[in-house]
Each structure stands twice: as C-alpha cells, then as structure tokens.
C-alpha cells in the first residue's frame, strides 16, 4: 500500500539543463546541471477560471470554466560557486546565461556572461521530498545580490515558465515485464518526468514517463522495465556533487573609475524581463512563446560620509557616469567579477545613525552601445 508521508524541507535537490528547443524539457546529466540552493528553491503554476455569463433564476454561480494555463514562477536563491578552474562554467551557468543572455568560455582564461536582445530557456527540476518538480521552457528575469561584509555571495533568481510536472511517490501494482507500469493513483505523475522503481534508477539515468493513463491508473514508459509488484515508483534526480566553492562576501572589492571604496553595503539588482504570450490559443494549452523585454539594472549602496563624498552630490547633478567593478575573489579560478561601465549615481540621501552619518546612494547602469551595460565574468 502507498504511503502519505508529509514532505520535509530540508529534503530538497535543484537541477537546471539548457534546452535546444523552447519548452522542451531536458534531463540533468553532468555535475554542471546541479545546483545547491542557498535556502529554498519554490515553483509555482496556479489556473484561472473564468465564470460562466449564462442566466439562471439563482444568486449562484452555476458553472465556470478554466482558461488556457499562463505562466509559472519559480525562484532559485544559490551563492556564487566559481569551478575553480580559470575557463570553465560555475555552478548555476545556465541560469546566468538566461539572466544576462550569451555564456562564453575563453580558453582556460574566463567564463563570461554578456548581454543580447534574445535569452536561452532551459528546464528547471526541483526535488521536494517525496515528490520531483519539473518547469520547461523556464527563462530567468530577475537576480540580486546584496553584498555586505558577512556570509556568502548570494544571488536570488526568479522567473517563469511554461509548464509544470511531476513524479511523485507511489506502488507498482502489479509485476512490470514490459513498458507500462501500473501503480495506485496516476495522479501523482505527468508525461515527461523520470522515475525509478525500487532501487532501480538506470545507471543514474532514470525512466522517462512517455504517456499517463488517469482512468487505468498506468504509466506508459520509453523503455522495457522489469520490476515485482509493490515496489516503490517515485521521481527521480540523478546523484552529482555541485562544482565549486562558495564566495565569501568578506573577499569582497568594489571600484569607482579604479578607485577602490569602502561600502557598508551593496544591492544590485538585475532585471531582464520577458513577456509571456498568454494571449495566443495554443494547441497544447499552455504558453508557447516569450519576448525579452527591456532590461533594468539598479544598484543601492551604503557608505559612511566622508568628506570627498560630497562630490557624489554633484555628480549626480551632471548626469556623471561612473565605471563600477564589483570582484569577489578567493584566488585563480575562484573570482567572479561584475562589471557595470556606465552606471550613473543619483543624489545621495543623507541618514544619521549616531554615531555615524552615511549616505544611501542609488544608481542606474545604463549601456552605451547597447547589450554592454552589465558582465558577469568568472576568473
């Protein structure tokens, strides 16, 4: 008989694979597709439903109907993890590269993430104890990082998606000798997540769902398994160990046109929205297609008052631009390094904190050629 267990959070796993094709899912293979979360990672997907307008001699709705499924949303907080090795991608790359656009790999030089006009999507999987949650067609659209002198780099990404599915925990009821694999309640899986039947997970691969059945509670599977009566059938992730170490925020130097300054704080905040087309009927009943939309890239610093940061007040005045280079370094391959050329601070605001005055000072990143006002770079 299957279980009903409560799902813990601490039991948790998150993968992220680039698609070839948008809205297509694509299962984690190598160590670069997973990603250990700096708290919780959600997804969500939610229907609307629209109320029928035929008349009725009652106050009551009589019926209504759901409406096409829009977007998902999901957030995914991770810190920062260079490889460690000059040249090749860190850990969460293709979540960086759907931020900003384009990752490159220069040799055994750097990894860098630069900006387009048109983002990759990729397929987001997300364990949740006992059940395995899975977002194709995902596409980041926004990541902050807010940098003090304590604890890690930590950058929050969030974003939407096209569709949503699962795998949860259930039975085999009957012995499986072939491709259809009969278990409790169906329910619990969708078309396109992977399972593993006891302790058969194939090599680490998992079996792809091909089709479900609701009404004969069955799976119909790409492969022939074989597999006795009341084995346990729940969604699978594949075992790697994250590349990388985490940066420490103390490593932390940041530079004004080459100089260096000493903040109390940094937040910076980079989004790069996409409009999901939620208008168009689709044949799937799901979203098909986004846009990529205007970027905005806003930075809040913190410092102490100091007498030569009067001239901030000025500059703000001139529409001044200033070159920002934020590095968090911990040695050779172990740097990531953010660069925003053309960053324009706006006049600061003065707080007095006894004993201490600081100023709290926003600023804007702007490009000048354009797809040039922000990159991400891993040294």
């Given at each position: 008989?299957?279980?009903?267990?409560?799902?813990?959070?601490?039991?948790?796993?998150?993968?992220?694979?680039?698609?070839?094709?948008?809205?297509?899912?694509?299962?984690?293979?190598?160590?670069?597709?997973?990603?250990?979360?700096?708290?919780?990672?959600?997804?969500?997907?939610?229907?609307?439903?629209?109320?029928?307008?035929?008349?009725?001699?009652?106050?009551d709705i009589l019926d209504r109907f759901q409406d096409q499924m829009g977007a998902g949303s999901f957030s995914v907080p991770m810190y920062l993890r260079p490889s460690g090795t000059a040249g090749t991608a860190p850990m969460g790359d293709i979540l960086l590269e759907s931020l900003m656009g384009v990752g490159t790999k220069d040799g055994t030089v750097k990894?860098?993430?630069?900006?387009?006009?048109?983002?990759?999507?990729?397929?987001?999987?997300?364990?949740?104890?006992?059940?395995?949650?899975?977002?194709?067609?995902?596409?980041?659209?926004?990541?902050?990082?807010?940098?003090?002198?304590?604890?890690?780099?930590?950058?929050?990404?969030?974003?939407?998606?096209?569709?949503?599915?699962?795998?949860?925990?259930?039975?085999?009821?009957?012995?499986?000798?072939?491709?259809?694999?009969?278990?409790?309640?169906?329910?619990?899986?969708?078309?396109?997540?992977?399972?593993?039947?006891?302790?058969?997970?194939?090599?680490?691969?998992?079996?792809?769902?091909?089709?479900?059945?609701?009404?004969?509670?069955?799976?119909?599977?790409?492969?022939?398994?074989?597999?006795?009566?009341?084995?346990?059938?729940?969604?699978?992730?594949?075992?790697?160990?994250?590349?990388?170490?985490?940066?420490?925020?103390?490593?932390?130097?940041?530079?004004?046109?080459?100089?260096?300054?000493?903040?109390?704080?940094?937040?910076?905040?980079?989004?790069?929205?996409?409009?999901?087309?939620?208008?168009?009927?689709?044949?799937?009943?799901?979203?098909?297609?986004?846009?990529?939309?205007?970027?905005?890239?806003?930075?809040?610093?913190?410092?102490?008052?100091?007498?030569?940061?009067?001239?901030?007040?000025?500059?703000?005045?001139?529409?001044?631009?200033?070159?920002?280079?934020?590095?968090?370094?911990?040695?050779?391959?172990?740097?990531?390094?953010?660069?925003?050329?053309?960053?324009?601070?706006?006049?600061?605001?003065?707080?007095?904190?006894?004993?201490?005055?600081?100023?709290?000072?926003?600023?804007?990143?702007?490009?000048?050629?354009?797809?040039?006002?922000?990159?991400?770079?891993?040294?």
């Open positions: 008989m299957s279980t009903n267990t409560v799902a813990r959070a601490m039991v948790q796993d998150c993968f992220a694979v680039k698609e070839t094709t948008k809205g297509t899912a694509v299962f984690p293979t190598a160590a670069t597709h997973r990603i250990v979360t700096a708290g919780t990672a959600e997804i969500n997907q939610q229907a609307t439903f629209s109320d029928s307008e035929e008349i009725a001699n009652s106050l990894y860098s993430f630069t900006q387009a006009t048109t983002k990759p999507s990729f397929t987001l999987w997300i364990k949740k104890s006992h059940t395995v949650f899975f977002a194709t067609g995902s596409c980041i659209e926004s990541g902050t990082l807010n940098l003090t002198n304590q604890g890690g780099a930590k950058l929050d990404m969030s974003g939407g998606f096209m569709k949503m599915g699962w795998a949860g925990t259930d039975i085999a009821n009957a012995a499986v000798t072939a491709k259809i694999v009969a278990v409790e309640n169906a329910k619990l899986f969708t078309a396109g997540a992977y399972i593993q039947l006891g302790t058969d997970h194939n090599t680490n691969q998992g079996y792809r769902i091909a089709s479900v059945d609701y009404d004969t509670n069955t799976l119909t599977m790409d492969d022939t398994i074989t597999a006795a009566s009341g084995v346990v059938v729940k969604g699978f992730l594949p075992t790697f160990t994250a590349v990388g170490e985490v940066l420490e925020n103390k490593n932390t130097t940041i530079t004004f046109d080459t100089v260096s300054k000493n903040l109390k704080s940094l937040n910076l905040s980079i989004n790069s929205p996409v409009a999901w087309q939620t208008d168009e009927i689709t044949i799937s009943g799901y979203v098909t297609e986004y846009i990529e939309d205007r970027r905005s890239i806003t930075s809040s610093i913190d410092v102490l008052f100091r007498e030569q940061d009067l001239s901030y007040f000025y500059d703000a005045t001139q529409n001044t631009q200033v070159d920002v280079i934020i590095t968090i370094a911990d040695g050779a391959g172990k740097t990531c390094t953010i660069n925003l050329p053309y960053t324009e601070l706006e006049v600061p605001n003065i707080t007095t904190s006894s004993p201490t005055v600081s100023l709290s000072i926003s600023g804007t990143s702007l490009g000048n050629l354009g797809e040039d006002s922000c990159s991400i770079v891993f040294t």
